[in-house]
């Protein structure tokens, strides 16, 4: 089992940046696919970019692909998310997951808000 905890999330004028990190517990963490989804009020959690265990590929959402990116430190346990251009629609609760198996999302973090002003 894994505990993820985000950190990183806040307020932002729309052209911004931030970076969110993600720290996981456990000695495990390099046995993990990481990823980054985001969720609005009233709609499903969407994925917003993955990463392979090793950190060698990566995958995006095609409204993020451009702007932000996904990397990951396995010697510090800790995922992050540099989200550059940012728009009032990246506005959201944006969550860690961890998973296995080709599953991205087996855990959760708590959430971090980021709001993105115009």
């Known amino acids: 089992q894994v505990q993820l905890v985000e950190s990183g999330g806040g307020l932002v004028q729309a052209g911004g940046s931030l970076r969110l990190s993600c720290a996981a517990s456990?000695?495990?963490?390099?046995?993990?696919?990481m990823g980054w989804f985001r969720q609005t009020p009233g709609k499903e959690r969407e994925f917003v970019a993955g990463?392979?265990?090793?950190?060698?590929?990566?995958y995006y959402a095609d409204f993020v692909k451009g702007r932000f990116t996904i990397s990951r430190d396995n010697a510090k346990n800790t995922v992050y998310l540099q989200m550059n251009s940012l728009k009032p629609e990246d506005t959201a609760v944006y969550y860690c997951?961890?998973?296995?198996?080709?599953?991205?999302?087996?855990?959760w973090g708590q959430g971090t808000q980021v709001t993105v002003s115009s």
């Open positions: 990463v392979t265990r090793s950190g060698a590929s990566s």
């Open positions: 456990g000695r495990t963490f390099s046995r993990y696919a």
């Open positions: 997951s961890a998973g296995s198996l080709g599953n991205w999302s087996d855990y």
